[in-house]
């Protein structure tokens, strides 16, 4: 499985971005994928998730209402629509796609909210 993360870059507070990550497995719905994010100095912490077929979805307590992951199985990409962002949500962004025991990571990109 192959990630490629995509729609990352700098904007002010207040700001939105959209994330885009792009999979090469062709059993895409069957993964849960999921957006971590890792700010310098800190350890990588999980930003939201979306399963498979159904899409239910699960973030992190300091983007809820803020941000929204959603999937497009028909294309094999998953989304993390950013809104209202703050500089404190400057970090890497990854991409993880999850099926059973198996993790694969995409190679981030990153988001800087500042003016």
């Known amino acids: 499985v192959q990630l490629v993360e995509s729609g990352g870059g700098l904007v002010q507070p207040g700001g939105s971005l959209r994330l885009s990550c792009a999979a090469s497995?062709?059993?895409?719905?069957?993964?849960?994928m999921s957006w971590y994010r890792q700010a310098p100095g800190k350890e990588r912490e999980l930003v939201a998730s979306?399963?498979?077929?159904?899409?239910?979805?699960n973030y992190a307590d300091s983007v809820k209402g803020r941000f929204t992951i959603s999937r497009d199985n028909a294309k094999n990409t998953v989304y993390l629509q950013m809104n209202s962002l703050k500089p404190e949500d400057t970090a890497v962004y990854y991409c993880?796609?999850?099926?059973?025991?198996?993790?694969?990571w995409g190679q981030g990109t990153q988001v800087t909210v500042s003016s």
């Open positions: 993880k796609a999850r099926r059973s025991t198996f993790d694969y």
């Open positions: 979306i399963s498979g077929a159904v899409g239910s979805t």
């Open positions: 497995e062709f059993t895409f719905s069957r993964y849960i």
